[in-house]
């Protein structure tokens, strides 16, 4: 195990989005249901965010002075001198002044370019919580063009995604060799799986994994689920399902019996009472004692990427929240479960990484 909880402050020492849709343009819903304590739109896990985070706009109205840096960056030097001028200026102007895509004259040309020259910007515009872009963060697939290798290159984008995804694989395996030496067998669900790529890659690093460990991978999207079938197939891991339905639709499928549990890539685009309400309903899937590790987002994003930031919720419409560090405990304690700690994406840090125990 990489790292270990400090007791009091419930960080490891060492370590390692039916999301809106709203906004520009039409924009798919790719399931429908409702979960107890949030809002109709949890439904694809991240749906119809056109209110700002709070602490993402605080970001916004901070001064020019304090902007500024923001557009020295490798990366942002990169992305401006690779996009036409007019476009790079609306951009830049909307960004110093902190105002709202909409608000901001001539922003339909940003939407505009940034929607014809990118893969990433459309796929999020129609389904913020599609995995296809987490492909290509995680770097299993090639990027073109410069908006994307910018979202590749960026902190918020590439480095701290691929950060996350290591990190979240290595605590994942520690956690899942405890279970396993105490019982033969252990159940694991990713909820919100994309095509499986975490318990894919351990089960590759981990050949015992294969007899002894079965996940179950929950998605409501076809194309992940179909994608997640196909790997597994060509990986010969006759130890995964995917299950093609959605999370808050799982009751008596798992009596408490799960015994670890992934939730990477959901809690993102939720707000607090919808975290709550998510948790609350994935409790009961859980046995006593047994772990979901769940990944949110942290303010630390909007402190150290914002242009990024702004970039993706500006020509998206994306929802993402920005809740300060520390306020994953909250959330998981209000829904009932028991707090172990977190850990980060090292060293970019920009990710709350929590363990409840249920
Ligand atoms: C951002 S991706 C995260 C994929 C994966 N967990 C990872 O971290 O690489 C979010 C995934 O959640 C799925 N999803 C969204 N709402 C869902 C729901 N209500 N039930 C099941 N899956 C859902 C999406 O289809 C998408 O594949």
């Not at 990433?120 to 290509?136: D, F, H, Q, R, V």
């Not at 396993?180 to 981990?206: E, F, T, Y």
Request: charged share 25%; aromatic share 10%; proline share 5%.
């Amino acid at each position: 195990m990489q790292g270990h909880i400090a007791e009091n402050t419930g960080k490891y020492k060492k370590g390692g989005a039916e999301m809106a849709t709203m906004t520009f343009h039409q924009a798919k819903v790719v399931g429908i249901d409702t979960v107890f304590g949030a809002s109709p739109q949890l439904i694809n896990a991240m749906t119809d965010k056109a209110k700002i985070c709070p602490h993402l706009q605080r970001h916004y109205d901070l001064p020019v002075e304090e902007k500024s840096h923001f557009l020295k960056t490798p990366e942002a030097l990169y992305l401006f001198g690779n996009i036409p001028e007019n476009v790079a200026k609306i951009l830049i102007r909307g960004f110093l002044r902190g105002t709202h895509g909409v608000e901001t004259i001539g922003w339909e040309k940003v939407v505009e370019y940034f929607r014809a020259n990118s893969r990433i910007i459309p796929a999020l515009t129609e389904n913020p919580g599609t995995y296809s872009m987490l492909e290509k963060m995680y770097h299993f697939e090639e990027v073109w063009g410069p908006i994307d290798i910018y979202f590749k290159m960026s902190k918020a984008g590439g480095q701290a995604l691929r950060n996350r995804y290591d990190a979240v694989n290595n605590y994942a395996i520690a956690h899942i060799n405890e279970v396993l030496a105490k019982q033969n067998h252990c159940l694991v669900i990713d909820v919100g799986s994309g095509p499986g790529r975490n318990g894919i890659d351990m089960c590759l690093h981990n050949p015992i994994y294969r007899k002894r460990v079965k996940f179950d991978c929950i998605d409501i999207d076809p194309l992940a689920v179909k994608l997640g079938e196909k790997l597994v197939l060509k990986h010969k891991l006759a130890n995964f399902s995917f299950i093609r339905t959605s999370m808050t639709k799982l009751n008596g499928r798992y009596p408490d019996n799960v015994d670890y549990g992934l939730l990477i890539g959901i809690l993102c685009g939720l707000t607090r009472p919808e975290r709550i309400g998510l948790l609350r309903k994935l409790k009961p899937y859980f046995r006593k004692g047994a772990r979901l590790m769940a990944a949110s987002l942290s303010e630390e994003m909007a402190q150290e990427d914002l242009l990024c930031a702004y970039i993706l919720r500006e020509t998206t419409g994306w929802g993402l929240q920005y809740p300060p560090l520390g306020e994953l405990r909250e959330v998981f304690e209000e829904a009932g479960w028991k707090y172990e700690g977190y850990f980060q994406d090292e060293p970019t840090r920009f990710y709350e990484i929590g363990i409840g125990i249920a």
